[in-house]
């Protein structure tokens, strides 16, 4: 009689050991820390410092107003004098200054919200307290209380109708960095050969960024402005975090996609200045943050928006240069894998040679 056979016992995987199995659970806690870290911490930490603002008027009362602000608020403002209203006008529209205080004979405050509505507020809030300065110096000098003019507010240049609380403008830097990110990353994956690379993310490029603007304009009307420049600064934003990750890629392989979340999510991210302004990040790490592609897309395309007057040179620069960064990696890399092909194929040439 035939003996039944036994079913064959496929090898047991070997199970990861017990203190590499701690040590992942470590790591990764370890990670996760370093991302709330990240993200948090700019909020966190957030202590204006050296906002301008523009003064105009006599003298005497500048020199006043500066010094009780001082007093009360030290260092938080940087004053700069300017001739009139017109000028501290003029000042605001090209971003060289948050605000401005105009003295005189009608003393108003005034505000930009569409530079950052925490600024304004606090700026709106200087105006009572320059009434109560105007009535004790007007009660010192025994003038009547009705002859003291009310010092007013005007926000020079206003958030737009269609987004009064700005939260499209702060949100819009973290989805063009994962755009940016996913784009790169997912090319590098998909797609063999470093032009076709190249090509396929500048193709993303152009499609995502007029998707995004037409969301972010259109739908959400948080943008302004041409639309068209404006998919051009968000099509930067994404060629310079994308073609940087496919330049690490092409130099040294797989491992390169994690430059993305490395540098820009965690690094470049916190630090854009797209939520908090500059001023309230912790010194130099604001100012540092305009050098990448989230800080200087998000800074464009609020200065497209509300600020044509203002000098757009220096983000279009960063976000050019980065493009072009991930280019220059690229054509380093093919050119390294191209001489690493052709050492292995005389390599091999050199060993048939030697068998024949």
Do not use: C
């Amino acid at each position: 009689m035939q003996q039944p056979h036994h079913a064959k016992q496929l090898p047991r995987t070997p199970h990861t050991p017990w203190m590499r199995s701690g040590a992942i659970g470590i790591a990764l806690a370890a990670i996760v820390t370093v991302i709330v870290l990240a993200f948090l911490w700019p909020s966190f930490t957030a202590d204006p410092q050296g906002i301008p603002v523009a003064v105009a008027g006599p003298t005497a009362q500048t020199t006043a107003v500066e010094a009780a602000l001082k007093k009360a608020s030290p260092g938080t403002f940087s004053f700069t004098t300017v001739t009139d209203r017109a000028a501290a006008v003029k000042r605001i529209e090209e971003r060289t200054e948050y605000g401005a205080i105009v003295l005189g004979d009608s003393p108003e405050v005034l505000t930009a919200s569409a530079a950052n509505p925490t600024i304004a507020q606090s700026l709106d809030a200087l105006a009572p307290r320059l009434q109560q300065q105007r009535l004790a110096a007007a009660a010192a000098q025994h003038v009547p209380a009705s002859a003291i003019g009310t010092v007013k507010t005007t926000d020079v240049v206003p958030l737009r109708s269609t987004d009064p609380r700005g939260s499209t403008m702060a949100a819009s830097s973290f989805p063009m960095v994962l755009g940016g990110i996913l784009g790169g990353a997912l090319v590098a994956v998909a797609i063999v050969g470093v032009w076709r690379r190249v090509i396929a993310l500048t193709v993303y490029a152009v499609v995502a960024s007029a998707a995004i603007a037409g969301v972010l304009q259109g739908w959400f009307g948080g943008l302004g402005g041409d639309y068209f420049v404006n998919a051009g600064a968000i099509a930067l934003v994404l060629l310079g975090i994308g073609g940087v990750i496919l330049g690490f890629v092409a130099l040294i392989g797989r491992p390169g996609v994690a430059v993305g979340p490395v540098l820009f999510l965690l690094g470049a991210n916190p630090i854009s200045a797209a939520a908090l302004p500059i001023e309230f990040l912790a010194k130099p790490w604001g100012a540092i943050g305009q050098w990448f592609p989230p800080g200087a897309g998000a800074t464009l395309l609020r200065e497209l928006t509300y600020f044509p007057k203002a000098d757009m040179a220096f983000p279009w620069l960063v976000l050019g240069g980065w493009a072009v960064l991930g280019l220059l990696l690229s054509t380093l890399g093919h050119f390294r894998n191209n001489g690493a092909v052709r050492a292995g194929a005389e390599r091999e040439a050199e060993l048939a040679s030697a068998s024949a």
